[in-house]
């Protein structure tokens, strides 16, 4: 096994049911967090951490993804015509980022499904997967980190942030133990969307994970857990109590900028918190904000 985490996986074939009417025809992936599709800053994070080979999951309607990560030849020959270098910049840049694959889920079977469809492409090696949901500020490092303890660990390494307690039962929860002199913690317990009082902790799991490939074995055999799915939590609490090759979970626990984009009240505080720290649109959006909150109050 070669311990260079090199290969991402994206699962992207939900149904983006949360957004309907305006995920009808377009995948929830596509929607635009400024001015990028939110896939784009994942695809982003995961090329900037290293990652060259990134296979998305994807499922019917979901094509508009791969015409967004391909060249576009008659946009580009007209803005080259026009001299517009920047928006040609924009528009080649998705196309430039790595080598993206793209296979279909078919059963629409749960995280824990989608990322055992991975197998054959990832082969005996640590990989990552990133959620799409969850956008990293670029400013803060996470994946860097994550890719460090899984190649001084060995086992796989999940992303954690503390969350309000009445918040957990949206999210895995692990419960855990600090390792002396460590910047990352060990995984005893993960439960999957537990009951706010049958939670373990407030440690919510985020979508990074850096995996070591025996979880494509213990997906293998992980039954329908909550909701019916093949649940990546499952696996992952098998593996934090195996022993052996691959065996343990390790978590680092994030404090940095997150954007949550799964929801269109978190969708919405992502897309003005990022532009509004932008260098172009912050200083009118803010200016706006403000006067826009004070006729609030009024
Ligand atoms: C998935 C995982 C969950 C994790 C979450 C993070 O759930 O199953 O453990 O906390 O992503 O975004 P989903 O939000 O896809 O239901």
Request: net charge negative; charged share 25%.
């Amino acid at each position: 096994m070669t311990s260079r985490v090199n290969k991402a996986v994206i699962p992207a074939a939900g149904l983006g049911t949360r957004f309907l009417p305006a995920t009808k025809a377009m995948p929830k992936e596509m929607l635009p967090v400024v001015d990028k599709p939110a896939i784009q800053y994942v695809v982003e994070e995961a090329v900037s951490a290293g990652m060259t080979d990134i296979l998305m999951i994807t499922g019917r309607n979901k094509r508009s993804l791969e015409d967004h990560f391909d060249r576009v030849p008659f946009i580009e020959q007209t803005l080259e015509a026009k001299g517009d270098h920047e928006k040609l910049a924009a528009v080649r840049r998705p196309s430039e980022l790595g080598d993206i694959h793209y296979l279909r889920q078919g059963d629409p079977k749960g995280l824990g499904h989608a990322v055992l469809r991975a197998k054959l492409h990832v082969g005996n090696e640590p990989f990552a997967v990133l959620l799409g949901d969850d956008l990293i500020d670029e400013r803060d490092v996470l994946l860097k980190t994550m890719i460090e303890v899984q190649e001084k660990t060995g086992g796989s390494v999940i992303a954690l942030i503390e969350v309000d307690p009445d918040q957990i039962s949206a999210y895995g929860c692990a419960d855990i133990s600090p390792i002396d002199g460590e910047n990352y913690v060990q995984v005893s317990e993960l439960v999957e969307k537990p009951a706010v009082d049958e939670a373990p902790s407030n440690l919510a799991v985020i979508g990074r994970y850096v995996l070591h490939p025996r979880v494509f074995d213990v997906l293998e055999t992980t039954g329908p857990g909550r909701g019916g799915e093949i649940q990546l939590t499952d696996a992952l609490q098998t593996l934090a109590s195996a022993d052996g090759e691959g065996s343990g979970v390790y978590g680092v626990v994030f404090r940095g900028r997150r954007y949550d984009t799964g929801d269109k009240l978190s969708y919405i505080k992502a897309v003005v918190t990022l532009a509004s720290e932008r260098d172009d649109l912050g200083p009118d959006l803010q200016a706006w904000l403000k006067s826009f909150t004070h006729s609030l109050d009024g």
